[in-house]
């Protein structure tokens, strides 16, 4: 609960970027407060977002691999 505060508080000068991407990716926007689905205390974290990271740390390990590779 903390913690989602303080992530928030930290991603909210890119709030500008985020606008920019999402009018771009016409998605839902993620740090509108006004939004109906938005709660500063909602415990549900989507499916997506684990996937998401799965895939970044999975993304990640292969790059290091590849330059762990190379670098042999």
């Known amino acids: 609960m903390l913690m989602k505060y303080f992530i928030y ?3 909210k000068p890119y709030q500008d970027i985020f606008e920019i991407l999402e009018n771009h990716m016409r ?5 509108d407060t006004k939004s109906e689905h938005w709660n ?10 684990y996937k ?5 740390g999975i993304s ?12 042999i």
């Open 27 to 31: 998605m839902e926007k993620i740090m």
């Open 9 to 11: 508080t930290a991603l």
């Open 60 to 71: 990640v390990i292969l790059g290091f691999l590849l330059i762990l590779a190379g670098s």
């Open 40 to 49: 500063l205390y909602n415990d549900k974290i989507p499916n997506w977002f």
């Open 52 to 56: 998401m990271i799965i895939m970044m």
